[in-house]
């Protein structure tokens, strides 16, 4: 892909992360033969300021019906989803008779099962069948399609218009946003809204979290990118909401154009993006240089642990760490094995690296020096359950925002 997947304008490439497996591609020690790699780099367009991957491998590649993540794994997220639906509740459905809301990418129910429980018509349309499952089983109603303008009439024909579309961490994995974005602007109401939250550039750069930056994510948004890739189909950015979540995520706010009034954030932010330098290539070759110290730094701390002897555990085997394991070319010589409470995880090898994947029992019962800290967007959360690691001695290795020793 030599061209913006929005506009259409050339793109510039500004940095490569190698040869990369897919991001939750666990697997076992016979299937190593046939791993599948592709190339992450990704690139800058001047003409639209999306920041996005020149080469993404197919969505059946990534989500199937065996896709290792399921939101519900962490209790900060739940209670962040409950309050992602009371403010749609709150914000933009006190004045409408019966509301509703469709999710793209709804997940295993997080964040429906908040609209359910208040009796509000929904409908999730999740394309992975063995999460969407775990939503049904709750009651939660989700079809398991791609999301497009065909399905988009369909749900139409069948449900009516939808007064809120809202995805989270759903809408930068989609690589034809055009399509996705011509199916919301049908399925919406002339007054309705669409929501969504996904990691943000902004972010991403001041904090080098390069680890967001995998197969999966083919965009990294910004607002002023947000804004030019829905106004291509009718949609104007009228509001936008930082959260913490995901170690720095923006809520986007979105109408069709000329419904709604357009909030102060909006000129606000386009405004520190520019002041940020977000318009300019430039930022992306001094993140390429920041991202080449870290993994020198972070290699090298692994190293000098190693000679002194140290055990080291990663902590989650997050999508993110396949970046980072094999970007910095980590593996079982300098991580012991990745803990993670994901069953489907477990006794696998990690993508690329093949590190060990083991339950978080394997790490609990027996504590290592070191804990490297692949989950670092939730680290308020285990450090709170965590207190154990901590009273015997244990440290976290972090490298977001830079690679450092949490004593
Ligand atoms: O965009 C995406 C985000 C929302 O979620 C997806 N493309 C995939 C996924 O990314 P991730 O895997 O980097 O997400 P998390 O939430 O940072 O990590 C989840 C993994 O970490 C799970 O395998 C569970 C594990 N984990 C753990 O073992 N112990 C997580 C926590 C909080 C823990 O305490
Ligand atoms: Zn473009």
């Known amino acids: 892909m030599t061209n913006c997947r929005v506009c259409n304008s050339k793109i510039e490439p500004f940095m490569t992360f190698g040869k990369m497996p897919i991001a939750n591609g666990f697997l076992t020690s016979d299937q ?10 990704p690139a800058f367009c001047s003409e639209c300021g999306m920041v996005q991957l020149i080469e993404q491998p197919s969505a059946e590649k ?14 900060h997220m739940q209670n962040h989803f409950k309050a992602f639906a009371n403010y749609i509740m709150d ?15 709804s997940n295993d129910g997080i964040m429906l099962r908040n609209f359910k429980e208040e009796n509000v ?16 089983e709750q009651g939660i109603q989700t079809i398991s399609e791609f999301f497009n303008l ?16 809202l995805s989270a961490n759903v809408m930068c994995h989609i690589p034809d946003i055009n399509s996705v974005a011509e199916g919301i602007a049908y399925l919406l109401k002339d007054d309705g809204v669409l929501v969504f939250e996904d990691p943000y550039l902004g972010d991403v750069i001041t904090k080098t979290s390069y ?36 170690g720095g995520s923006m809520r986007y706010v979105l109408a069709p154009k000329g419904s709604h009034k357009v909030s102060e954030n909006v000129s606000v932010i386009f405004d520190k993006e520019q002041a940020q330098g977000l318009d300019k290539i430039k930022t992306y070759h001094a993140f390429k240089a920041n991202c080449e110290k870290s993994r020198n730094d972070l290699v090298a701390l692994l190293n000098i642990l190693k000679s002194e002897g140290k055990r080291v555990v990663g902590y989650a085997a997050t999508s993110k760490s396949t970046t980072v394991t094999n970007y910095c070319g ?22 690329g690296a093949h590190i060990p994947v083991k339950s978080y029992a394997e790490f609990s019962k027996n504590m290592p020096e070191y804990a490297l800290l692949f ?33």
């Open 150 to 165: 065909e399905l988009a009439k369909r749900i139409v024909d069948e449900y009516g218009n939808a007064d809120a579309v």
């Open 330 to 351: 980590i593996g079982p010589e300098l991580i012991e094995f990745i803990s993670d409470t994901t069953p489907i995880k477990q006794g696998k090898l990690s993508p």
């Open 91 to 105: 914000s933009h459905f006190k004045n409408r008779e019966v509301p509703f809301v469709v999710e793209l990418g």
């Open 375 to 407: 989950a670092w967007n939730h680290a308020k959360e285990i450090f709170e359950n965590e207190e154990a690691f901590k009273a015997q001695g244990g440290k976290w290795i972090s490298f977001v925002p830079k690679v450092e020793i949490i004593e």
């Open 32 to 41: 190593i033969s046939s791993e599948y790699f592709f190339e992450l780099a």
């Open 121 to 136: 018509k929904h409908l999730g349309v999740e394309p992975s069948a063995n999460v969407a499952d775990v939503a049904r």
């Open 211 to 246: 680890d967001q930056i995998y197969d999966e994510h083919v965009f990294v948004f910004s607002a002023t990118s947000v804004s030019a890739a829905f106004g291509r189909h009718g949609l104007e950015l009228i509001d936008v909401l930082p959260q913490v979540t995901h």
């Open 62 to 75: 990534m989500f199937h019906e065996n896709y290792a993540f399921f939101s519900s794994t962490s209790k």
